[in-house]
């Protein structure tokens, strides 16, 4: 019965993803369950929630491990949100994040952010105000619109080695980069199965050379590429679980692939990856200084909270979309075009609660790092990320 089960899951997540272009993050599993889903008639949506709900109340009576229970029992309970919001139901913001992603968030004090401006205000002295000082370090740290790609690769290659080592990635896993423009992201990981992916750069967004090896790692290595690589050979091909051959937008799984991601740099590079990237980046011809790169990512990041907040603002507080790219402008010191740009992605219907998979997945994921055992080492602790099917609840301590 479990593993029946398992296919109805497979079949409702594809035909979520023939109603929502990119519903479906990847999907590598039976290809005559794509092609049964392709020929079908569009589902209705409301059809689709009450078989959500259907799949969740067998879970209990099926011979699934707990682990995956549990696993689908978050998946079943997003999909039916979204099936009903498909349908028309209206659904409060804050309920649809806690129904996604299995978690609440609230308002971030705007004290936080201005402690953090002050440790900023440190690191670049001057008279001029703080926004104008952080931009004109970070244009300083541009990456070259023509070097993108080639920077990017370069930084892959060596985390990549790392990481193979440390993580015990397949020897024929494969990373493919490419850049575009005019998308609602800043990079985008497509697993292809087969331990492929193709990593597609937003060349929009131009770019930090301190944030390559947040860019890599993140959506690479040891991030969501590794974490595919390593859940398709562990959990699909040894222990059979289907349910991890497709990976689906706006559920708990994407929470904690974030925030896998998102935590993923001190696993493989450790707390001192700025002179390391100044080096690397010198033997293409690129300057940076690697240990204040470091010093305001570490700080600037951690404004990255605030994208949560607008999202709460717009969908829940009513707020102007205009309003909210003066908040984000002032708390998180970017300009305009990227005030403008992350609003674009709130406002995304697929997209506009999706922020909270990098914020709170972020917090979770870390926060369990953090309490390991003083004995185990953080690539330890990180590689349960990479080869369990954990979900939210999991990571409270």
Same mark, same amino acid.
């Given at each position: ?24 993050? +990847? ?71 806690? +129904? ?30 703080? $926004? ?95 974490? $595919? ?169």
């Amino acid at each position: 019965m479990g593993e029946s089960l398992v296919r109805d899951y497979l079949l409702l997540g594809l035909r979520l993803g023939r109603l929502v272009d990119g519903f479906v993050d +990847c999907w590598f599993g039976d290809p005559e369950l794509s092609r049964q889903v392709d020929d079908e008639p569009l589902a209705d949506p409301a059809v689709l929630a009450a078989s959500a709900r259907a799949l969740r109340a067998e879970l209990a009576s099926g011979d699934l491990s707990e682990a995956r229970r549990r696993f689908l029992d978050g998946q079943l309970g997003a999909l039916a949100c979204a099936a009903d919001r498909l349908a028309g139901v209206e659904v409060p913001f804050l309920e649809e994040v806690r +129904c996604y992603f299995d978690v609440d968030v609230e308002l971030t004090d705007v004290e936080v952010y201005a402690a953090i401006h002050d440790e900023i205000s440190a690191l670049l002295p001057g008279s001029a105000p703080l $926004h104008e000082r952080v931009t004109a370090f970070q244009e300083h740290d541009r990456v070259p619109r023509g070097d993108l790609l080639r920077a990017t690769q370069a930084v892959s290659e060596e985390l990549r080695t790392r990481a193979r080592a440390l993580f015990d990635l397949p020897e024929d896993e494969s990373v493919e980069y490419e850049a575009v423009t005019d998308r609602p992201w800043n990079a985008f990981n497509r697993y292809r199965g087969g331990f492929r992916s193709t990593i597609t750069l937003n060349a929009d967004v131009r770019h930090r050379m301190a944030a390559l090896p947040l860019l890599v790692t993140h959506e690479a290595y040891p991030g969501h590429h590794a974490e $595919h690589c390593r859940k398709e050979r562990v959990l699909v091909h040894e222990q059979g679980h289907g349910e991890q051959t497709i990976a689906l937008v706006n559920t708990p799984q994407c929470l904690m692939a974030e925030g896998i991601a998102e935590a993923a740099l001190p696993a493989v590079l450790g707390q001192d990856w700025g002179r390391w990237t100044q080096d690397l980046l010198a033997e293409l011809g690129l300057v940076m200084d690697g240990e204040l790169s470091q010093l305001m990512l570490s700080r600037t990041t951690l404004l990255m909270a605030a994208r949560q907040d607008a999202a709460v603002l717009l969908h829940d507080r009513g707020a102007a979309p205009e309003d909210v790219v003066t908040y984000l402008r002032r708390w998180m010191l970017v300009d305009e075009r990227r005030a403008e740009h992350a609003v674009r992605f709130l406002t995304d219907p697929l997209w506009r609660a999706y922020t909270t998979t990098y914020v709170e997945g972020s917090r979770r994921v870390r926060a369990w790092l953090d309490a390991r055992p003083e004995e185990q080492s953080v690539a330890t602790r990180y590689r349960r990320l990479l080869d369990e099917p954990l979900v939210p609840a999991d990571l409270v301590p």
